[in-house]
């Protein structure tokens, strides 16, 4: 069985940073891609960015670029978000996702496991 698992989250004031774990476990699971989403409070969730087994990076919201960065350790259990200079707009609930098959994709349909997601929340 497929397990992802998502920590990390917190409370953390405008500016500063912040690093969110996706924990991958699951018996000969070799996932093709792993990718992030946030929900914001009231809003629809939206893709922020995956990272391929391979390192490529797939890019999703124009508000991340240069803030956010994917790593993975080097047995690929665990996919982590960097975040830097924090802002209010990036309160949410972070959830990661991973795609068991091939392919990256941007849309949610596109993942086939998630985990239960970890809480941002950005004081100003």
């Known amino acids: 069985q497929v397990q992802l698992v998502e920590s990390g989250g917190g409370l953390v004031q405008a500016g500063g940073s912040l690093r969110l774990s996706c924990g991958i476990s699951?018996?000969?699971?070799?996932?093709?891609?792993v990718g992030w989403f946030r929900q914001p409070p009231g809003k629809k969730r939206e893709f922020v960015q995956a990272i391929t087994w391979a390192g490529i990076d797939v890019y999703g919201l124009d508000s991340v670029r240069g803030r956010f960065t994917l790593s993975t350790d080097g047995a690929k259990n665990t996919v982590r978000l960097r975040i830097n200079f924090l802002e209010p707009e990036d309160a949410a609930v972070y959830s990661c996702?991973?795609?068991?098959?091939?392919?990256?994709?941007?849309?949610?349909?596109?993942?086939?496991?998630w985990g239960q997601g970890t809480q941002v929340t950005v004081s100003s």
């Open positions: 699951g018996r000969s699971f070799r996932w093709y891609a």
């Open positions: 996702a991973a795609i068991g098959g091939n392919g990256v994709g941007i849309r949610e349909s596109d993942y086939n496991y």
